[in-house]
């Protein structure tokens, strides 16, 4: 947020919104020259969510870049810039079809590349899980989530 997306933007790729396949093929290469292959890309408000642009997975496929998602984005989604429905429905107790519905879209667009599946449960922008209040519950949810 605070040194790609300025020098994307001010020099590499004005024209593309932050971040996007220009500066993800520069991120790419470098990750390959430090022989890393593994990329958690950033998942804040003032970043364009990795998957909004196919042609990032597509590239990061073509690379050879294995893609995650951090604990408070699982299942690759950016809950930041994708979940649009208000942020209590991300609430898997009320709201189990939805926000599978919600993970299982990403599976579909991204079961062709290689990738690590982060399955768990936060609120929005890694604030706690919404629904569950007490420890108890909140493992109740987990187990049922990974079941």
Do not use: C
């Amino acid at each position: 947020d605070w040194g790609l997306v300025p020098w994307a933007a001010g020099t590499h790729a004005p024209d593309e919104k932050p971040l996007g396949p220009k500066t993800y093929a520069q991120v790419f290469e470098l990750l390959l020259r430090l022989k890393a292959n593994l990329l958690w890309p950033a998942m804040h408000k003032v970043t364009t969510p990795f998957n909004a642009d196919p042609a990032n997975a597509a590239l990061a496929d073509r690379y050879a870049i294995i893609m995650g998602s951090s604990h408070a984005e699982p299942m690759l989604r950016n809950n930041v810039g994708e979940w649009t429905a208000p942020a209590e429905d991300f609430d898997y107790l009320k709201n189990p079809d939805g926000v599978r519905r919600y993970w299982d879209a990403r599976v579909h667009s991204n079961a062709r590349y290689e990738s690590i599946w982060t399955l768990g449960m936060r609120g929005i922008h890694d604030s706690g899980m919404v629904g569950p209040k007490t420890v108890e519950e909140r493992r109740a949810t987990l187990e049922r989530i990974f079941a």
